[in-house]
């Protein structure tokens, strides 16, 4: 009879550590709203890195702007990686190419991300996985537990305005229990660097 009673009040502590987590977790998820153009890049992103949109380890960040000037001047000036510091400030303190210029499947480049509080500065390298030259580049990968994809789109909305969307989806446990200290922060960050630039892109000639 001891030992039934035991058994029991084990099984007992078990579900309710189960429920306990389940609630945890759902407490930990941190919600994404965002426009549609947003929300479909975003969504582009998890399907390409093959992680789901809902669940409290994936983490989405997505900022956008509509820039007054030609798509292929926009994509032109976004192309200079080397010039993303000037204008995608404070997130990168550098980029470079790793080997021939300019964006192509499988090309790399080398970032240098101002992540702030708990990363703090970050050197990465990222490799091509989509194109579609003048109106979207993706770069994904999986390292340490955590699976991210980042999607920027360009989209002509007349011959002389365009629509960015940056976004980036992360996903796998570390990013769950970080989500809750990065998404407002990261976002804000992602905004600025849409708004320079657009302001990078109108004021060059």
Do not use: D
């Amino acid at each position: 009879m001891w030992n039934s009673r035991r058994i029991v009040g084990l099984l007992a502590f078990v579900v309710l550590l189960l429920v306990a987590s389940v609630f945890a977790m759902t407490a930990l998820r941190v919600s994404f709203a965002g426009t549609e153009a947003e929300i479909a890049a975003a969504r582009s992103a998890a399907e390409a890195a093959g992680v789901p949109m809902e669940s409290w380890k994936t983490l989405v960040v997505v900022a956008s702007g509509s820039v007054g000037a030609p798509v292929e001047k926009v994509w032109e000036v976004f192309s200079r990686i080397e010039e993303w510091p000037r204008w995608s400030t404070p997130l990168h303190a550098g980029a470079r190419w790793l080997g021939e210029p300019g964006f192509r499947l499988a090309g790399g480049f080398e970032q240098v991300l101002a992540l702030g509080f708990p990363l703090g500065t970050i050197r990465s390298e990222e490799f091509v996985t989509r194109l579609k030259a003048g109106r979207e580049v993706m770069w994904c990968k999986s390292e340490g537990g955590i699976t991210s994809c980042h999607v920027w789109r360009f989209t002509p909305v007349t011959p002389t305005r365009t629509f960015v969307v940056n976004a980036e989806v992360f996903h796998g446990a570390p990013v769950g229990l970080l989500a809750p200290l990065v998404q407002s922060r990261w976002s804000r960050l992602f905004q600025q660097s849409v708004s320079g630039l657009g302001r990078a892109v109108e004021a060059a000639p």
